[in-house]
């Protein structure tokens, strides 16, 4: 009798045990299926989502219908509980050149940096490095302009007074390879806004081990741009014609 029991009770734990087991994963299928998209997506798919938002944001800009945005009372509400811009936009501080209109964004949306000639000093660097480290920031943009006053500084030469030389000295590298197309007035001074765009992007990596880890890691994308002054489009730089 008392065998019968012990046998009983045996198959009982079992039978509770397998429930318990098939319960749990049921639950764990479940869960998983009902993940948002978002909770899945890869952070490189991130930065194409989001680069093809600014570049419709863009577009909007251009065609002078931007999109309404929410800058009230409760939008900044929001905003004070913390931020997660979608994109860092590392861009000159030419007037002429606001990010947040060019990509018809708003407030909280992408995180700015702006410096004349977009050049990446030890400060820009580390702004960057905390937008993409600590608020998982996945897209970098680095966007030149056309008709830059730093690097038609650059181009003229001379002996640039006081911090500015610490920019010429940024943008000449960019300068020089420009030259050697052998373009001449505002077909150089294009070349150059270009090749200093590409030099800032790639440096980036050689002189952040922070972004060049993330890059490595899949899980930052960085690209080059250049804005038009009498368009106002913003045109992504084509890889296979940088470095």
Not at 17 to 35: D, I, P, Q, R, T
Not at 130 to 159: F, S
Request: glycine share 8%; net charge positive.
């Amino acid at each position: 009798m008392k065998s019968h029991i012990r046998v009983s009770a045996l198959v009982s734990a079992v039978f509770l045990l397998s429930f318990a087991v098939s319960a749990n994963l049921l639950w764990g299928a479940e869960k998983a299926h009902s993940l948002s998209p978002e909770a899945v997506v890869s952070p490189l798919s991130k930065a194409d989502e989001t680069l093809k938002k600014l570049m419709d944001g863009n577009q909007h800009f251009v065609s002078g219908q931007p999109a309404h945005k929410d800058i009230g009372a409760v939008r900044r509400a929001e905003l004070v509980k913390g931020q997660s811009p979608s994109a860092v936009v590392l861009s000159c501080s030419d007037s002429r050149v606001p990010p947040e209109l060019l990509f018809d964004q708003g407030l909280g949306d992408i995180f700015v940096i702006r410096v004349a000639g977009n050049v990446a000093d030890p400060v820009a660097l580390g702004s960057i490095e905390y937008a993409v480290e600590h608020i998982h920031v996945p897209l970098i943009i680095v966007m030149g302009h056309d008709r830059c006053g730093a690097v038609t500084a650059t181009i003229a030469g001379g002996k640039p007074e006081g911090n500015i030389r610490a920019i010429v000295r940024k943008i000449a590298p960019a300068v020089r390879r420009a030259r050697t197309t052998g373009k001449k007035g505002d077909d150089l001074l294009d070349a150059a806004v270009i090749e200093n765009a590409w030099n800032v992007m790639t440096g980036l990596t050689r002189e952040s081990k922070i972004i060049k880890h993330l890059v490595d890691e899949k899980k930052l994308k960085i690209v080059a741009a250049k804005y038009s002054l009498e368009t106002g489009k913003v045109e992504l730089l084509d890889p296979s014609k940088g470095h």
